[in-house]
């Protein structure tokens, strides 16, 4: 009896560790793949630190390398005069990196490597949430493709002035500042890719309390579910918020150096700009640059508005979900109003300073980028 209670126990404990988190991470070989590029793609980028004792130190390598490609335009740009004045706009790239070096050091204090290293992990639903990564990384790749493709068509069009005009345009378009401008992208771009991939997981975390609720209908075991899902999405809010406002900052100082070029402007800092890039080129290549990462970044916002609107949403869906009609039946759940009333209370949702992005706020916010993007092109053409 003994050996049967044994064997019994043993057959529970193996159904058990089918379900379990674990084997729910299994990974075939094409989310181990996926799995392996994201990972790359942290450490290479100082995301995430390298495995070892010297691993520790790529990140501040990778702040390094940021802050050389940020200061190397602006000590050329001072040290060279004999090539005249030149447009603000252009040094968006650096002031781009300087965003991402404290982009990077606010993801390093609030060690982020707990949100997205597969050892540290806490989140469940491993594999699905693998499975995002191609759909996360297509709306970056979309953005470096436009992105370099402005590049190489206006650097193409400033040589091409260079050699008909014979305009000196060596600081205008110096090497530094080609540099800076492909860091700050690449690096931009892996962390809306990193922002993108926890915010698929909190994404997926949602829709598995929803499903698992409509499911069993245990309304104690879905307010700690709820409780759970409520700490980790204050916790990826408090770890990614830093980088989230230097994003917007870095993003909103290349609109205003672009608002500073017609305001503050001199004129003859304007005309070498149509010089060395075109009549419209000056204009369009910095604005064509920040608009592009503009957009990546509302969309970044727009997943995270919409987990405070799935959030807002599961209180709904809960509520709609009543027992089957029988005769001695009660249609006054009393503990199902009382989970839907604890969600209510617990505002969850993806919040930045204390402030819970929805998606009105960031509406608003597009249409203000839009707003100040056809102004300074009027004003430029104007001009």
Not at 90 to 98: E, S
Request: aromatic share 10%.
């Amino acid at each position: 009896m003994a050996q049967a209670h044994c064997t019994k126990s043993f057959h529970d404990q193996k159904s058990k560790s089918k379900n379990s988190p674990c084997e729910e991470a299994s990974l075939s070989r094409y989310g181990q793949c996926m799995s392996m590029t994201a990972q790359v793609l942290f450490r290479l980028f100082g995301v995430l630190p390298c495995q070892g004792r010297a691993g520790y130190l790529s990140p501040a390598i990778v702040n390094l390398m940021l802050l050389g490609a940020a200061i190397s335009p602006l000590v050329s740009s001072s040290d060279d005069e004999a090539h005249g004045p030149v447009v603000w706009s252009a040094f968006n790239g650096a002031l781009m990196c300087l965003g991402m070096v404290i982009a990077l050091f606010s993801l390093a204090r609030k060690q982020i490597k707990k949100l997205v290293s597969p050892e540290c992990c806490p989140l469940r639903l491993y594999s699905q949430w693998i499975a995002t990564i191609p759909s996360d990384l297509l709306a970056v790749s979309v953005f470096l493709v436009a992105r370099f493709t402005n590049y190489c068509v206006f650097a193409a069009n400033t040589n091409r002035k260079f050699n008909l005009q014979g305009e000196d345009c060596g600081n205008y378009d110096s090497w530094s500042l080609r540099l800076s401008h492909v860091v700050a992208a690449l690096v931009f771009a892996v962390l809306m890719f990193l922002k993108l991939h926890v915010l698929s997981c909190l994404d997926l975390m949602i829709d598995d309390f929803s499903q698992q609720y409509a499911e069993d209908g245990d309304a104690e075991r879905g307010i700690l579910q709820w409780s759970l899902i409520q700490a980790t999405l204050n916790q990826a809010s408090d770890r990614l918020e830093g980088s989230f406002l230097m994003s917007f900052t870095a993003t909103a100082a290349g609109f205003a150096t672009l608002t500073a070029d017609f305001v503050l402007g001199s004129a003859e800092m304007l005309e070498r700009g149509e010089a060395c890039a075109g009549e419209a080129g000056w204009l369009l290549q910095p604005m064509l640059m920040i608009i592009s990462q503009g957009l990546l970044l509302i969309y970044v916002l727009l997943r995270a508005a919409r987990i405070s609107e799935k959030c807002d949403r599961t209180k709904q869906f809960i509520n709609s979900l009543l027992p089957p009609p029988r005769e001695d039946s009660c249609y006054m759940d009393t503990d199902r109003s009382y989970l839907v009333h604890y969600i209510e209370d617990s505002a969850a949702g993806f919040c930045i300073q204390g402030g819970r992005i929805t998606v009105f706020a960031v509406m608003k916010l597009f249409y203000g980028m839009c707003a100040l993007s056809f102004a300074i092109v009027t004003q430029g053409y104007r001009s």
